[in-house]
């Protein structure tokens, strides 16, 4: 079986495509258009296997996509190629329309085409899976809405979640434009009859996480000893998801799911913002002490702090429009698929800080190409 994977070089893409050619017997075709947040490092250490393919290829190019279906043949297509960062949508939302609405549609149209010239049994087993975020469903209640400053543990509230019924409602230029993705993939199975799939993810975190996002940003500028900006007071709730783990929720659904379906996927690890800060910083501790770092002033640590990287945190302005809570319910893709994470936040986070240790040259090589 030959999957296509969009978005191939990014974070996600990246840890799918690794995940399929170490794992499984299957062939990975990489398209990625290699953007700022795309690098093919992430995939090097499967690269010269005889089962990857990589093309260069903007999905909004429909004759560069249009070549790459009828050159390489795919049974499955799975759909990950978009812009991602928040912060980023906010101050130039133009490219966040264009690909993840406009390419997006551009590889529907693409992948449609060349579904109805497809015989028999490859007929029937194409899939189409589009990959996407809970923040399309906007935010939730908040634990400080129920019992404000009550100091009681996320674990011990009863909370909603977000389900596949839950109504759209996005609040930023990105999850605005996957909602309209998500839109337009379900529009292409039931006008056309596409066979598609949805997932819809909680807040991934793992290795090759690229540096602008709060965890890996977070380790980076405490090893270089600067300022960990934090939103707000930090109070904002995600659910953190190890991104091994999604991808093999992904795999799952593209090759066993309903077609038709949604499939949340979610890590049961709902966090605040800071709390995530204050454990990356313990845990460096551990692994790469502060007294031991050139870059930490560990004499101008407050008197008792058992971590002198927590010094380091500053409260910034907070992102217009910021979702309070995002919090995934799980239970369809457990029940209907069997798949549950294998990791906890507190065994993914230790991975992930020491991964980031290990590899201080890919985050060097990253930085300088941004």
Same mark, same amino acid.
């Not at 909370?159 to 996957?178: D, N, W």
């Given at each position: 079986?030959?999957?296509?994977?969009?978005?191939?070089?990014?974070?996600?893409?990246?840890?799918?495509?690794?995940?399929?050619?170490?794992?499984?017997?299957?062939?990975?075709?990489?398209?990625?258009?290699?953007?700022?947040?795309?690098?093919?490092?992430?995939?090097?250490?499967?690269?010269?296997?005889?089962?990857?393919?990589?093309?260069?290829?903007?999905?909004?190019?429909?004759?560069?996509? +249009? =070549?790459? #279906?009828?050159? !390489?043949?795919?049974?499955?297509?799975?759909?990950?190629?978009?812009?991602? @960062?928040? $912060?980023?949508?906010?101050?130039?939302?133009?490219?966040?329309?264009?690909?993840?609405?406009?390419?997006?549609?551009?590889?529907?149209?693409?992948?449609?085409?060349?579904?109805?010239?497809?015989?028999?049994?490859? +007929? =029937?087993? #194409?899939?189409? !899976?589009?990959?996407?975020?809970?923040?399309?469903?906007?935010?939730?209640? @908040?634990? $400080?809405?129920?019992?404000?400053?009550?100091?009681?543990?996320?674990?011990?509230?009863?909370?909603?979640?977000?389900?596949?019924?839950?109504?759209?409602?996005?609040?930023?230029?990105?999850?605005?434009?996957?909602?309209?993705?998500?839109?337009?993939?379900?529009?292409?199975?039931?006008?056309?009859?596409?066979?598609?799939?949805?997932?819809?993810?909680?807040?991934?975190?793992?290795?090759?996480?690229?540096?602008?996002?709060?965890?890996?940003?977070?380790?980076?500028?405490?090893?270089?000893?600067?300022?960990?900006?934090?939103?707000?007071?930090?109070?904002?709730?995600?659910?953190?998801?190890?991104?091994?783990?999604?991808?093999?929720?992904?795999?799952?659904?593209?090759?066993?799911?309903?077609?038709?379906?949604?499939?949340?996927?979610?890590?049961?690890?709902?966090?605040?913002?800071?709390?995530?800060?204050?454990?990356?910083?313990?845990?460096?501790?551990?692994?790469?002490?502060?007294?031991?770092?050139?870059?930490?002033?560990?004499?101008?640590?407050?008197?008792?702090?058992?971590?002198?990287?927590?010094?380091?945190?500053?409260?910034?302005?907070?992102?217009?429009?910021?979702?309070?809570?995002?919090?995934?319910?799980?239970?369809?893709?457990?029940?209907?698929?069997?798949?549950?994470?294998?990791?906890?936040?507190?065994?993914?986070?230790?991975?992930?800080?020491?991964?980031?240790?290990?590899?201080?040259?890919?985050?060097?090589?990253?930085?300088?190409?941004?």
């Amino acid at each position: 079986m030959k999957i296509l994977v969009t978005g191939g070089a990014g974070f996600i893409g990246s840890a799918l495509v690794r995940h399929i050619i170490q794992d499984t017997p299957y062939q990975v075709v990489n398209l990625d258009k290699l953007t700022y947040a795309g690098n093919l490092l992430s995939v090097a250490s499967v690269s010269d296997n005889s089962r990857y393919a990589f093309e260069q290829v903007d999905i909004c190019d429909a004759e560069a996509v +249009k =070549r790459v #279906f009828s050159q !390489h043949q795919p049974d499955i297509v799975m759909h990950l190629a978009a812009e991602s @960062h928040v $912060d980023r949508s906010i101050t130039g939302p133009a490219d966040f329309i264009q690909t993840n609405i406009v390419g997006t549609y551009t590889l529907l149209e693409q992948a449609r085409i060349y579904w109805l010239k497809l015989r028999d049994e490859k +007929k =029937r087993q #194409f899939r189409f !899976h589009h990959i996407s975020t809970d923040e399309v469903y906007g935010d939730l209640p @908040h634990p $400080d809405d129920i019992q404000p400053s009550s100091g009681t543990g996320l674990s011990d509230l009863s909370l909603p979640l977000f389900t596949e019924q839950t109504a759209y409602a996005p609040s930023s230029p990105y999850s605005a434009s996957k909602a309209a993705s998500d839109h337009l993939v379900r529009a292409w199975l039931r006008t056309y009859e596409l066979p598609t799939l949805v997932t819809n993810c909680s807040n991934n975190y793992g290795p090759y996480h690229y540096p602008e996002k709060l965890i890996p940003l977070t380790i980076l500028n405490a090893l270089k000893g600067e300022v960990l900006p934090v939103y707000g007071r930090g109070q904002q709730i995600r659910d953190w998801l190890y991104v091994e783990d999604h991808v093999r929720a992904l795999l799952l659904v593209a090759t066993q799911g309903k077609l038709g379906e949604t499939y949340n996927i979610g890590g049961h690890n709902e966090k605040r913002n800071i709390d995530v800060v204050k454990t990356i910083c313990q845990i460096l501790e551990k692994l790469a002490p502060s007294e031991s770092n050139p870059n930490i002033d560990t004499y101008s640590c407050e008197p008792g702090n058992a971590s002198c990287y927590s010094e380091l945190i500053k409260f910034v302005a907070d992102r217009p429009g910021h979702d309070r809570r995002y919090a995934i319910d799980a239970s369809k893709i457990e029940r209907e698929l069997g798949w549950i994470p294998q990791e906890t936040f507190e065994s993914g986070l230790e991975k992930t800080v020491q991964w980031y240790l290990d590899n201080q040259a890919w985050c060097q090589a990253i930085q300088a190409q941004a």
